[in-house]
């Protein structure tokens, strides 16, 4: 699976919290954690737009997959397998077969939306001291939804990348078919 993360370094919740208490006494470190909350906000609206890029990408991939079962299913040639050559006719159902699989993938990827988000619970915790330790809350959770999204996005990616092999590959057992008429 493909590491989103350039740096590698993914950070547990406790490690989190443990690095926000290291900021020092709530009244000191007003601007820091502001300025930790804004990039956390930042963080998790691009994960949301990387979500729309790699579902776009499904939905054409899945398009296209539809588009090719139909071709292959309502073309004069597709269910008429009996005429055909014998190398054709593999080419042509294997290509069938390609087909399906590319929609599978890509209906999958579109399908997996499994990211924890900001719960009612989280968003308005009962035992807070002061607004400081609420800042410091709440870039604990932007940290725990970024962290899920970017769980979410690498297995998008990975379902993508193999619905665009699948696509590939079934382009080129079509155009084999092709050849061999």
Not at 127 to 151: F, G, K, T
Not at 159 to 168: G, H, K
Request: glycine share 8%.
């Amino acid at each position: 699976m493909k590491n989103s993360n350039p740096t590698g370094c993914y950070l547990t919740k406790e490690q989190v919290h443990q690095r926000l208490l290291g900021y020092g006494a709530p009244d000191q470190t007003h601007e820091i954690t502001k300025e930790l909350q804004d990039l956390g906000k930042f963080l998790v609206q691009e994960k949301l737009a990387r979500t729309g890029a790699i579902e776009t990408k499904a939905t054409l991939l899945l398009g296209y997959a539809v588009a090719m079962i139909g071709f292959l299913s309502l073309h004069e040639t597709g269910w008429r397998i009996q005429g055909l050559g014998t190398l054709q006719s593999i080419f042509l159902v294997m290509a069938l077969v390609d087909a399906f699989l590319t929609g599978g993938l890509a209906f999958c990827a579109l399908r997996l939306k499994d990211w924890q988000w900001i719960s009612q619970g989280i968003w308005l915790p009962r035992a807070l001291v002061n607004d400081e330790q609420l800042r410091r809350h709440y870039i604990e959770c932007l940290h725990e939804v970024d962290s899920a999204m970017d769980r979410v996005n690498a297995r998008k990616t990975l379902l993508v990348d193999y619905a665009q092999w699948s696509t590939a590959w079934g382009a080129l057992l079509l155009a084999l078919a092709k050849l061999f008429l």
